[in-house]
């Protein structure tokens, strides 16, 4: 019980010892150490967004998590991002895509960071319920609004994919939307 106890004191001290950065921090950080958003840039990104695109209705809902952790090349650190959710309905109402009750921890939509001397987030998308597809989003905020750009980097879609031979195939995301804060 002496040893858990000790080893609990141990961890617990070498995690209130590590090392923070801000948030726009380009350079390797040492194990432990928190990337944290210490001027609330990413404040402004929260919440809930609407747009419409192709008669369709994209509800997007933006939540800061802190201490997401990240293994870049077996260096594990924490960071502050921004994960997303979305709803799609289409123009009488009926839903199209919904994760907007999927845990934060397993959205499908997560953010990578910043642009570098810019202020551009980037977020990966991948959706398992749509054969892997995947691809980066390009948000601007800009006048109270968000302007996104959604770029599909899926590779491959197989015959083991349900929508393989489906025209169209499913579109969850809009390439260029604004979207206004709800």
């Given amino acids: ?54 008669n369709k209705t994209f509800f997007l809902s933006l939540n800061r998590v802190k201490k997401n952790m990240d293994h870049k090349e077996n260096n594990p650190y924490y960071k502050d991002i921004l994960v997303g959710k979305f709803k799609v309905l289409d123009s009488s109402g009926n839903i199209l895509y919904d994760n907007t009750t999927l845990p934060d921890q397993d959205t499908k939509i997560e953010g990578l960071g910043f642009i570098k001397n810019t202020t551009k987030y980037i977020l990966f998308y991948v959706d398992s319920d749509i054969c892997n597809i995947s691809g980066r ?34 579109q969850p995301l809009p390439k260029n939307i604004i979207l206004t804060k709800q």
């Avoid at 019980?1 to 070498?14: E, P, R």
């Avoid at 750009?149 to 499913?170: A, E, G, L, R, V």
Wanted: proline share 6%; glycine share 4%.
């Fill in 1 to 54: 019980m002496k040893k858990i106890l000790t080893l609990l004191t141990l961890h617990f001290i070498l995690l209130s010892c590590a090392q923070i950065y801000p948030l726009n921090t380009n350079t390797d950080v040492p194990n432990g150490a928190y990337i944290k958003d210490l001027n609330n840039e990413l404040i402004p990104y929260e919440g809930t967004w609407k747009g419409t695109w192709d």
């Fill in 137 to 170: 989003i390009y948000l601007t905020f800009t006048n109270s609004m968000l302007d996104w750009k959604f770029m599909d980097t899926t590779d491959i879609i197989d015959s083991s994919c349900q929508y393989y031979n489906s025209n169209p195939f499913p």
